[in-house]
């Protein structure tokens, strides 16, 4: 009885924790989580089907690599060039691409539909509005695109779709202009929880992505962690709990590593410089070409057929090299034949960058996120490969942390996130005891690679961003 009087009243409804003012986006917030949670496994059922029905159908998992062979991408025997199926792989990013374009001009503004990019400039320039024909359109769009060969990722599409998801039910509830952006950043993170099965990077992302600095939308964090559980419990419901990759469990053993992983962190600042300018220079020029655009998109798309014929691996996602990254050294993988692969991390790196330049940059639907981690993968791999090599046993590096870790800094210097990218790398990994090396490396890279950022929508700070100068339309 007592707690029918007031004291009682008072001890369980009393606090701002409860109130209506803190507590109000809580329900519309786990409602975009299961809202974008489900759109999320629609879209990975229809990842794997079209993997299924084109690559595998056309033999391309017999072009995967060998690494027990010391190969890190593998260059087909001359038999393979006969088989017409092959063939089919230096024209179908080309025609992907192309069928993905007029999707999205056809159905809705190609402004709206860019991928990160356009849901950080609606975050800030357009109230948080995006167009609920986004959510179906750059979807299916994405599948034709990367699931036909195109080198991106689907991670841009679904971080897109979420935050449209986020967007569309701030609009049907009639949230104000704040609560929708709100929304809209709480959908961008359920996005990438799923997907990446990372649920604590990606809450950290739905409100640090949108900086280039380490300014964060600080009113976003708690509707971003409701929509990351909702919609990653969802995903796992479907696919399981595991992650993403599996590595085997190397942790931080010695202080004295800090000094080769300083030599990573300038190998991925200078190599996340590349991948930026490398982007930039081709986007511009595609920009600047006087065809239709339809055509520039298929002729990104064949430049990436006509690599991908030689080099199977760096088509789609490319999620084989991660896979092959994060084996390194492991069982002696690797150990016999480390120059030739160095050489060949380096050189996937290279042409990874270049094809997702030509894929992305020409006007295709797909993401940066993945790729950089390929390519920082690839970074890692080749500098841990390097320090191996070189260094005494006694030291005892293990190539496939520096993977990982150079997976982390990459993301860092380029997306400019790097406490999500600290995380992310521990979550699609399973391995949490690399935390130190990886805050070491994010740090030094983020920082030297200030001024640097590859989305060119992200404002450097609160300051000069139009939400909070009032200058948002």
């Not at 709100?182 to 604590?200: D, R, T």
């Not at 949108?210 to 559980?229: G, H, K, N, W």
């Not at 993401?367 to 920082?376: M, N, Q």
Request: hydrophobic content about 50%.
């Amino acid at each position: 009885m007592k707690l029918l009087t007031r004291g009682g009243r008072k001890f369980l409804f009393a606090g701002q924790g409860l109130s209506l003012q803190t507590g109000k986006y809580f329900g519309e917030s786990v409602l975009v989580g299961m809202v974008t949670g489900i759109v999320v496994v629609a879209f990975r059922y229809g990842i794997d089907l079209v993997r299924h029905y084109v690559m595998e159908e056309l033999g391309h998992h017999r072009f995967m690599s060998h690494l027990a062979e010391g190969r890190v991408f593998n260059i087909p025997a001359l038999e393979h060039f006969a088989d017409p199926h092959r063939w089919l792989l230096m024209v179908l990013p080309a025609i992907g691409a192309a069928l993905g374009y007029l999707l999205i001009k056809v159905f809705t503004s190609v402004e709206h539909a860019r991928g990160t990019g356009s849901a950080i400039w609606a975050y800030h320039n357009r109230n948080g509005y995006l167009p609920a024909t986004v959510i179906p359109v750059k979807g299916v769009a994405s599948l034709l695109t990367v699931g036909f060969g195109g080198s991106a990722g689907y991670e841009g599409p679904v971080t897109l779709i979420g935050s449209a998801c986020g967007s569309t039910i701030g609009r049907l509830l009639n949230l104000t202009v704040r609560g929708r952006r709100i929304m809209m950043a709480a959908g961008l993170a359920a996005g990438i929880a799923a997907l990446f099965q990372a649920p604590l990077a990606g809450a950290m992302f739905g409100f640090e992505v949108f900086y280039s600095s380490s300014d964060v939308e600080y009113e976003t964090i708690l509707p971003c962690f409701i929509a990351s559980a909702v919609s990653y419990s969802i995903f796992g419901c479907f696919f399981g709990w595991s992650p993403l990759f599996e590595m085997p469990h190397f942790g931080y053993e010695n202080g004295l590593w800090l000094f080769m992983y300083f030599i990573l962190a300038l190998v991925v600042t200078y190599g996340a410089r590349f991948y930026i300018s490398t982007y930039n220079s081709i986007e511009h020029r595609f920009k600047h070409m006087r065809i239709p655009g339809v055509a520039k998109v298929a002729l990104g798309g064949l430049f990436t057929g006509v690599v991908g014929f030689f080099m199977p691996d760096i088509l789609g996602s490319s999620y084989s090299m991660i896979s092959a990254s994060l084996q390194c050294g492991y069982g002696h993988v690797f150990e016999e034949y480390a120059p030739v692969a160095i050489a060949g991390f380096i050189g996937f790196f290279f042409v990874k960058t270049l094809t997702t330049a030509f894929t992305v940059g020409s006007g295709g639907s797909g993401g940066l996120f993945a790729p950089a981690l390929v390519c920082g993968g690839a970074l890692g791999a080749s500098v841990g490969l390097f320090f191996d090599r070189i260094l005494p046993e006694s030291f005892g590096i293990h190539p496939a942390a520096f993977a990982l870790v150079g997976m982390a800094g990459f993301l860092a210097s380029t997306i400019r996130i790097p406490m999500t990218a600290i995380l992310i790398v521990a979550e699609i990994s399973g391995n949490h005891a690399l935390l130190v090396p990886a805050m070491w490396v994010c740090g030094i890279s983020f920082w030297l690679n200030n001024g640097w950022a590859l989305y060119r929508t992200q404002p450097h700070n609160r300051e000069s961003s139009p939400v909070h100068s009032g200058k948002s339309t």
